[in-house]
């Protein structure tokens, strides 16, 4: 039986990749704040929750993630813009997911197929930015995004048939997007099913790029 492992699993997307996944026969592992005190953002919290499971995995999933920390949501001006809630976005979106897969990769196996996905978002794409604003979560996206091309240039060289890559959902209907709920958003069973297609579908010559939820390539 193939095993995953799916980091977020309380969340709106994580926990419905958690379902698919065994939907699909996978003998699922997961992580998550509420159920194993794991924080993202505490690198010792991660070694310590990573030795608490195990592999190796086919597939591991960061599904973390926030839009808005404590009481900073998205900033419309740069005259928003504040050191400490910048540093947090960092510390969840980009830095979190990056420490995942450097204390993960040793569960990944080295003799065939495996996959690492953290959840990015098409708005972390300076190419098609071209709104402006929600300066912290996009450049935190961006940074994660950088993060994970670099280390699937390294990975590919120990493990010849991982595929590491970062994921855009979509617009999905979960707690992150309550606030924009007039936007049309699609349920997060239909997000998990499209992400896993995706997933499914990927070779390790496309390791270290950024996809959306259709398998189209995304921009930097
Ligand atoms: N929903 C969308 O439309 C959309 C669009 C583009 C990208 N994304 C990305 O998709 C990912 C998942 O989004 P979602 O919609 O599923 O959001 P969600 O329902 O709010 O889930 C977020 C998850 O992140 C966890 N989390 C937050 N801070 C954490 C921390 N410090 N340590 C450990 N876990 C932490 C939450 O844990 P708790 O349950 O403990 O809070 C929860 O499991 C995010 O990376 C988001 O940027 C979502």
Known sequence: MKRALVVGASGGIGHALVQELRHRGHHVSTLSRGSDQFDITDEACIIDALGRVTGPFETIIVATGALEIGAFGPEKQIKALDPGALASQFALNAIG??????????????????????????????????????????????????????????VARSHKQAICVTLHPGTVATRFTEKYAGHPRVSAAQAASNLLWVIEGLSPSQSGKFFDWRGAEVAW
Request: hydrophobic residues 45%.
């Open 97 to 154: 997911p990056a420490l995942v897969l450097k204390h993960a990769l040793q569960y990944m196996p080295r003799d065939r197929r495996s996959v690492f996905a953290a959840l990015s978002a098409r708005v972390g794409s300076i190419g098609v930015n071209r709104l402006g604003g929600w300066y912290s979560y996009r450049a935190s996206k961006a940074a994660l995004n950088q993060l994970i091309h670099t280390a699937a240039i390294e």
